[in-house]
């Protein structure tokens, strides 16, 4: 009897040890541990003062929130470009440099904004969101963002050569049909050189995921000329990820950071928030947290595997309570000093970050 015992332990001990390690893929990165020591690592300022060009007022631009940063490394330091709202709820984008990846020193002006320019009907009063940032083969930078005139978030990007200076390329999706298309979250495709994030071609072709109910692709010859991935029998643009019933991201799919060609595959890591039926019980409706995905790094567009469950959610007072309740919104990430380190926005309200040893 106990030697029956015995089998029967060791059987429920490799059942739930498999089990564990399928939970938990191998491509994917994981074990990120919040820096509780000094998260948030941004807040909201107030004496950080701006002379708008469009309402010609002077205004306390990230007064009331600061969120959803994007970062990337230049010269031996992380440049973290983060959204901010002033007490109108118009956002801009900041900007934020470390020598060690957690403390930060901000710019005192916003360095992207709503402007009297070309894009102006497109992001005021709404303004500016949301930015990723990724950096192209001949050291351009890559910014994708969402302009939002109050009614209609749309899909642009930027391009630039130091991370302050940008100059607007307009709608990421430039054909007629989709210029009034709900678009957001553009992650381009990129790959690990060094602590350098490059964008990379699959198939003579650069790749993006966008969207934020289901997720969608474009792609591009030369990261300026984007097009949309259609089916061409019924002119819709194709999905490549859906929200779970039942699961942390039942409600919607949102692409975080850039997305990285890995030997396994294209990992993406998405947000996805929690719908008030068919979810996950364990997490209060709505929250926002997120898991990761694996794409053929052939075939972009292939999804190969996925996270059952988030890696990270809201767990810590600032990220249960704020602006919008229940958020972790990863957007930013990382490789520094032998780290990956994750930048996100929690309760839509401030910023804080996580890290994980290679």
Not at 116 to 136: C, H, L, Q, T
Not at 155 to 182: I, M, N, P, R
């Amino acid at each position: 009897m106990k030697l029956i015992r015995f089998a029967l332990f060791l059987f429920v001990l490799n059942f739930n040890f498999i089990k564990a390690q399928e939970s938990k893929p191998s491509w994917a990165l994981l074990n990120f541990v919040k820096v509780d020591s000094i998260n948030p690592i941004l807040s909201p300022d107030k004496k950080q003062t701006f002379l708008c060009p469009v309402s010609k007022k002077e205004v306390q631009w990230e007064e009331r929130n600061v969120l959803n940063p994007s970062a990337i490394v230049k010269d031996g330091k992380v440049y973290l470009i983060y959204r901010a709202q002033d007490n109108q709820m118009t956002s801009r984008l900041g900007l934020a440099v470390s020598n060690d990846g957690l403390h930060f020193k901000k710019e005192a002006e916003p360095i992207f904004f709503p402007d009297n320019d070309a894009m102006n009907s497109y992001e005021w009063k709404g303004g500016v969101e949301d930015p990723r940032v990724i950096e192209s083969p001949d050291g351009t930078y890559i910014m994708t963002y969402t302009s939002y005139d109050g009614k209609i978030a749309r899909l642009c990007f930027a391009t630039s050569k130091d991370l302050k200076h940008w100059t607007k390329q307009g709608l990421v999706l430039k054909d007629e049909k989709y210029k009034d298309l709900w678009a957001k979250s553009g992650a381009i495709v990129g790959e690990r050189k060094g602590n350098k994030i490059i964008a990379t071609k699959i198939n003579n072709k650069y790749w993006m995921y966008f969207g934020d109910t289901d997720l969608f692709m474009a792609y591009s010859e030369d990261l300026i000329h984007w097009q949309a991935a259609i089916n061409e029998e019924s002119q819709k643009i194709i999905t490549v990820l859906h929200p779970r019933m039942g699961y942390f991201d039942s409600r919607l799919v949102e692409p975080g950071p850039f997305a990285l060609l890995q030997k396994e595959g294209i990992v993406l890591i998405y947000n996805g928030s929690n719908a008030t039926n068919y979810n996950d019980t364990k997490l209060p409706k709505f929250t926002y947290a997120a898991g990761q995905a694996l794409f053929n790094k052939d075939q972009p567009y292939k999804l190969i595997d996925r996270t059952q469950n988030h890696f990270i959610y809201p767990d810590k007072p600032y990220e249960k309570m704020g602006e919008v309740n229940e958020v972790c919104f990863v957007e930013g990430l990382v490789f520094f000093k032998n780290k990956w380190f994750l930048y996100y926005g929690t309760a839509d309200s401030k910023i804080a970050v996580a890290v994980r040893k290679q």
